[in-house]
């Protein structure tokens, strides 16, 4: 079957596909790819993610159907609270990942890849607001090791600037340049640790990642986007941890209030 055959099969795949090519077009975004050509034409793979941006799915889904694929991402289950997500997570093959309790979201991801799909981890997490990596979760290694697949190492390098955390949005015509590199296929060796193929898996888009700035152009200094390395102002990664720690104490402080409200609605 060919890949224009299965991409008829999913309309509303296809719908979004193309609202996300007019959606570059009319930001007259310079989106610019290297290595498409690692994308397997067919079977299972894991393409693993740097995270910056609320957007960056935008540029590597539209480089995966380049490459005449179509890549099912993990995304946080919050979204299922909304009924037009739950319709497009429903009919596009994306896994929502309830973050205290991700077994379920780690067989459909398996499951997926034996299918032959390409399935986009973000190895992070959670985006990173000093756009340097953070620690990695061992779910990428372990799915592609279960499930007997590759892992495509990819960068996204630019997106922070139209939408991230902290940051300033920027989702008008702005001739934004973004680079997107797909690395060569990463093989999870069977005798290495989970552990320490993700940390192999880590050094290795570390290199991309500095790569990919190298190749970028310039990195004004002072601006939010711009790493503190690079002489930017985003907060270094040791700041950043602080600032999340606190962001991560906030939102469970507001999850038990509202527990305690509904508890106290139902006892009423």
Same mark, same amino acid.
């Given at each position: ?60 889904? /539209?480089?995966?159907? !380049? ?25 596009? =093959? ?17 499951? !997926?890849?034996?299918?032959? @799909? ?10 990173? @607001? ?35 955390? =902290? ?5 008008? !015509? ?27 898996? @880590? ?26 390395? /690079? ?17 991560? /104490? ?7 209030? @509202? ?10």
């Amino acid at each position: 079957m060919s890949s224009g055959t299965r991409r008829r099969r999913e309309p509303v795949y296809r719908a979004l596909e193309i609202i996300a090519n007019g959606l570059v077009r009319a930001q007259g975004v310079d989106l610019r790819y290297t290595g498409v050509q690692n994308i397997p034409e067919t079977g299972g793979a894991v393409l693993a993610v740097n995270h910056t941006s609320y957007v960056d799915f935008i540029p590597v889904g /539209l480089g995966a159907h !380049r490459a005449g694929r179509r890549a099912r991402f993990l995304i946080k289950s919050e979204v299922m609270d909304l009924a037009i997500m739950r319709f497009l997570v429903n009919h596009t =093959g994306t896994v929502p990942v309830n973050r205290s309790h991700g077994t379920d979201a780690y067989r459909i991801a398996v499951a !997926r890849l034996r299918e032959g @799909r390409l399935v986009a981890v973000y190895p992070e997490a959670t985006i990173s @607001r000093s756009f340097e990596l953070k620690e990695f979760k061992s779910g990428a290694v372990r799915m592609a090791s279960e499930a007997g697949v590759p892992i495509i190492p990819t960068i996204v390098w630019g997106s922070q600037r139209q939408w991230t955390k =902290g940051g300033k949005r920027n989702m008008g !015509r702005s001739r934004i340049p973004i680079l997107v590199r797909f690395g060569l296929p990463f093989t999870v060796e069977p005798d290495g640790s989970p552990e320490r193929e993700t940390l192999r898996l @880590r050094d290795t888009m570390n290199a991309m990642l500095h790569e990919v700035q190298d190749a970028y152009g310039a990195h004004p200094a002072g601006e939010f986007w711009v790493p503190s390395r /690079l002489g930017g102002s985003a907060p270094t990664p040791q700041e950043a941890a602080v600032i999340e720690a606190e962001e991560a /104490l906030r939102k469970a402080e507001a999850r038990a209030r @509202r527990a305690a409200e509904i508890r106290a609605r139902r006892a009423s």
